[in-house]
């Protein structure tokens, strides 16, 4: 970068201008999930949540008219970590929109036990079976390929693990029957 700066004060180049821009927009994002890798690991209070009325809002940020994100969830609420718990679905949605572009994905819930389990669930290719836990490891990718167009950073994940360790949750990939991913959370038990 230090360079085409450079060359720009002896030529403007729009084509060179655009690509700094891109490189930039690249690094602010790959330094954000950096730091929401490294906030993941602070403590955040609990609250009383409405997990139906949480998970809509949700819904509704990620949802598009290619990709609709449509919730199941039965009345209930929940203590939870709303700000680490939002950015945990949030990047699960994001990967499976990024994996089954144009397909719906759904966002699941269900109380059993007196334990609460959140899934994203698309219809995207799946990962294989001997691949699943490394993905949770940061910058691993299943697309080698360095364009965050084929893949991101390689940190969604990671960092979703990480607000799980922090709050006490689990955090697993599995095979969806009839194709696709499912990917959950399971919130610690209320007592």
Same mark, same amino acid.
């Given at each position: 970068?230090? $360079?085409?700066?450079?060359?720009?004060?002896? =030529? *403007?180049?729009?084509?060179?201008?655009?690509?700094?821009?891109? =490189?930039?927009?690249?690094?602010?994002?790959?330094?954000?999930?950096? $730091?929401?890798?490294?906030?993941?690991?602070?403590?955040?209070?609990?609250?009383?949540?409405?997990?139906? =009325?949480?998970?809509? &809002?949700?819904?509704?940020?990620?949802?598009?008219? @290619?990709?609709?994100?449509?919730?199941?969830?039965?009345?209930?609420?929940? $203590?939870?970590?709303?700000?680490?718990? &939002?950015?945990?679905?949030?990047? %699960?949605? !994001?990967?499976?929109?990024?994996?089954?572009?144009?397909?719906?994905?759904?966002?699941?819930?269900?109380?059993?036990?007196? *334990?609460? *389990?959140?899934?994203?669930? =698309? !219809?995207?290719?799946?990962?294989?079976?001997? &691949?699943?836990?490394?993905?949770? !490891?940061?910058? *691993?990718?299943?697309?080698?390929?360095?364009?965050?167009?084929?893949?991101?950073?390689?940190?969604?994940? @990671?960092?979703?693990?990480?607000?799980?360790?922090?709050?006490?949750?689990?955090?697993?990939?599995?095979?969806?029957?009839?194709?696709? %991913? &499912?990917?959950?959370?399971?919130?610690?038990?209320?007592?």
């Amino acid at each position: 970068m230090r $360079l085409a700066l450079e060359m720009l004060k002896d =030529d *403007h180049n729009p084509t060179l201008i655009e690509r700094m821009e891109r =490189d930039i927009e690249q690094m602010n994002r790959l330094i954000g999930n950096v $730091l929401d890798l490294a906030r993941g690991l602070q403590h955040e209070k609990p609250i009383r949540t409405n997990m139906p =009325d949480f998970l809509h &809002q949700i819904a509704a940020d990620f949802s598009t008219p @290619a990709s609709p994100v449509t919730v199941t969830c039965p009345p209930g609420t929940w $203590l939870a970590a709303q700000t680490a718990l &939002q950015r945990a679905i949030g990047n %699960l949605l !994001q990967n499976a929109q990024r994996y089954a572009p144009g397909l719906p994905v759904e966002l699941v819930a269900n109380f059993e036990h007196k *334990h609460c *389990h959140i899934g994203v669930l =698309d !219809q995207g290719p799946g990962i294989a079976p001997e &691949q699943r836990e490394a993905m949770f !490891q940061p910058f *691993h990718r299943l697309d080698a390929s360095r364009s965050p167009a084929t893949g991101g950073s390689g940190l969604g994940l @990671a960092i979703v693990r990480e607000l799980a360790r922090s709050n006490g949750w689990q955090v697993e990939l599995a095979a969806r029957p009839g194709g696709g %991913l &499912q990917a959950w959370i399971a919130l610690e038990t209320e007592e």
